[in-house]
């Protein structure tokens, strides 16, 4: 049996919108790392989504507001929507770091995490099908797996590039800049797991 009741499948639809968001912007930052231009341009279209995201988010709590009765506890809807606003403001952010550092220089641990964060987005988005449904399926397990794993790369990533960081750079102020850049990169990258964690356990709680 479907939890997400017919008449209240606008929470539904709203994740689903998040999860829309959050594939955009790893779109946006997966070209952007690779071509490394028009910086302002991308800070601007970045701004946008994470704008529309949290328009989202709000229509989510305003929607807790005026419900009663809803399909699966408030307060893992508040979270799930808190934390999901949460991980597209934290891409945004780097974006628009990258901009106002004016670091022009390509490096390689963005694209590195563009990559898991496209590869995120997707799995993300499928696992919010699987709220559909109050079964803990082998589905679910193999996609916060793949998460878990993602997570896992961008943990070495990081570790791998700050080393690198701090043995290589002669200059204070680059190495301030690209600290902040790689500690916003893997915050980006556990909140994409901790998203994961939380649409696990309201699957399991309404099984």
Same mark, same amino acid.
């Given at each position: 049996m479907k939890f997400f009741l017919p008449k *209240?499948? /606008?929470?539904?639809?709203s994740f =689903?919108?998040? !999860?829309g968001c959050f594939i955009e912007i790893t779109d946006l930052f997966h070209n952007f790392s690779h071509k490394f231009s028009d910086f302002e341009a991308v800070a601007k279209q970045a701004? @946008? +989504?994470? =704008?529309?995201a949290d328009v989202v988010a709000h229509s989510i709590i305003d929607g807790l507001n005026r419900t009663f009765v809803t399909p699966i506890d408030r /307060? @893992? +809807?508040y979270l799930l929507a808190h934390e999901f606003d949460d991980l597209v403001d934290l891409v945004e952010?780097? +974006?628009? @770091? +990258?901009y106002v550092y004016e670091v022009t220089e390509k490096f390689d641990a963005a694209v590195e995490f563009a990559?898991?964060? =496209?590869a995120s987005a997707v799995y993300l988005n499928d696992l919010i099908a699987? #709220? *559909? /449904?109050s079964k803990y399926t082998d589905k679910v397990v193999s996609l916060k797996i793949k998460i878990h794993e993602l997570e896992d790369r961008g943990d070495t990533i990081y570790m791998e590039n700050m080393r690198k960081l701090f043995k290589e750079s002669t200059d204070p102020i680059v190495t301030i800049k690209m600290k902040y850049l #790689?500690? !916003?990169?893997?915050?980006?990258? @556990? =909140?994409? *797991?901790r998203v994961s964690d939380i649409i696990e356990g309201i699957i399991i709680k309404s099984t």
């Open positions: *209240q499948s /606008e929470f539904f639809n =689903k919108e998040l !999860g701004g @946008d +989504i994470e =704008k529309r /307060e @893992d +809807i952010n780097v +974006i628009r @770091d +990258i990559i898991l964060f =496209k699987c #709220l *559909q /449904e #790689l500690e !916003g990169l893997e915050n980006a990258m @556990d =909140k994409c *797991q």
